[in-house]
């Protein structure tokens, strides 16, 4: 997508300080534990190529991406929103370097040992369809969610699709959000905007879906698929602006309206598979709305006992490598499925061999360059204070 590179190289003008409320912004474990049942459930749907049969309880377990999406734009638009608010800008290079030390060194490590180790760990059929169709150089450049909605086969390779979209929407979003800074929007304004755009995305997909779409365009497209992202950011607006009043959240009113959305969301996780073109006709919105709300909420809202679970130590845990677990399971699954027969041994093999690599990625990739990031974020904070 075209990008203006004269928005790119400078920071966006702060804006006239007014009444808004300052943002806040901290670390929230229960947004950890929403991350662990994200990749969790997205495990969980993945483990029916070692039994079919699981798959009659995890049918939906594709939609843990879509709990992936929206919290990922509850979170970047929350960072974006406390940058402005705190420093007056929003520096587009810096942000462009933190998300790429977040992201890419994991993400090409995975590429690199899978490159190399394909043909040797994983069934020869498999191997030659992760080698084909240029399918490494579309993952590399975050490119693989066009490639496969085109009908390309990326094997061990397609599950990048959803790291294409994310980074695809925080290149086109963070410069959408500086933009409408620059032209100094109002906060209704912009959250305005942002829901009315995020509407028409809905009812286009729906128009498509219902005028006989594909599924592999509806499911693969970026256009199609960043409204989940899109429910996130609406949110992170909500919470970060106080546009709802705190009281709300502490009422009975709120609480159950979050359960309600709750038992919402697990019958579409149990009705629908991502092949189903009436998935796309409503029923998915209403998944990544409630997902968004129930975040809301969970950040938002008195503790409960969800609280607590969420955030649990292993919650937590989980969540802190699920990008490393997202990567390297897809693989890891392909390889117990032609090394052992038995199923109890494939998918206990698997999980076990996902968490050590996974682990090994986090703890040995990923901290040391959430340290730099880190670093670079203060390095930011003293010269904005100057």
């Keep these: 997508m075209p990008v203006n590179e004269a928005v790119l190289s400078r920071s966006v003008p702060a804006l006239e300080r007014t009444i808004d409320t300052p943002v806040t912004l901290r670390h929230m474990p229960v947004l950890d534990g929403v991350r662990a049942i994200a990749i969790l459930t997205v495990m969980a749907y993945h483990l029916q190529w070692l039994v079919p049969e699981i798959g009659n309880f995890t049918s939906g377990g594709f939609l843990g991406v879509d709990i992936f999406f929206v919290l990922s734009g509850f979170l970047i638009t929350s960072v974006l929103l406390k940058e402005q608010d705190r420093f007056g800008s929003i520096s ?9 030390l977040r992201l890419a060194p994991a993400f090409w490590a995975f590429l690199v040992v899978l490159y190399f180790c394909a043909e040797y760990v994983l069934p020869a059929d498999a191997s030659r369809v992760v080698y084909g169709g240029n399918n490494f150089l579309y993952a590399f450049l975050y490119l693989t969610n066009w490639h496969v909605a085109a009908g390309a086969v990326a094997g061990n390779l397609n599950h990048t699709w959803s790291l294409a979209i994310e980074e695809q929407f925080y290149l086109l979003w963070s410069v959408v959000l500086c933009l409408a800074f620059i032209k100094k929007l109002r906060r209704s304004q912009i959250a305005g905007l942002t829901i009315l755009i995020l509407s028409i995305l809905t009812f286009i997909r729906i128009y498509r879906a219902v005028s006989g779409e594909e599924i592999r365009t509806l499911y693969y497209s970026t256009e199609s698929r960043i409204d989940g992202l899109l429910f996130g950011c609406v949110a992170s607006m909500f919470y970060c602006w106080k546009l709802v009043p705190d009281a709300f959240f502490a009422s009975r009113g709120a609480l159950y309206s979050a359960l309600a959305l709750f038992l919402i969301s697990l019958a579409i996780f ?55 677990l997202y990567l390297w399971h897809y693989a890891v699954f392909e390889f117990a499925k032609g090394t ?23 703890y040995l990739i990923e901290k040391p360059f959430l340290k730099l990031k880190d670093r670079m974020q203060l390095d930011l904070s003293k010269t904005a204070g100057k």
């Design 92 to 100: 587009l290079k810096n942000f462009f370097i933190r998300r790429f």
């Design 270 to 324: 149990f009705r629908f598979d991502y092949t189903d073109i009436s998935l796309y006709c409503g029923p998915l919105s209403v998944f990544e709305c409630s997902v968004a709300v129930m975040i809301l909420w969970l950040v938002s809202g008195p503790r409960a006992i969800l609280h607590t679970l969420l955030e649990a130590k292993p919650m937590i845990w989980i969540g802190n490598i699920s990008y490393a």
């Design 340 to 362: 052992f027969r038995w199923p109890g041994l494939q998918i206990g093999f698997a999980i076990a061999i996902s968490f050590v690599i996974a682990s090994a990625s986090y």
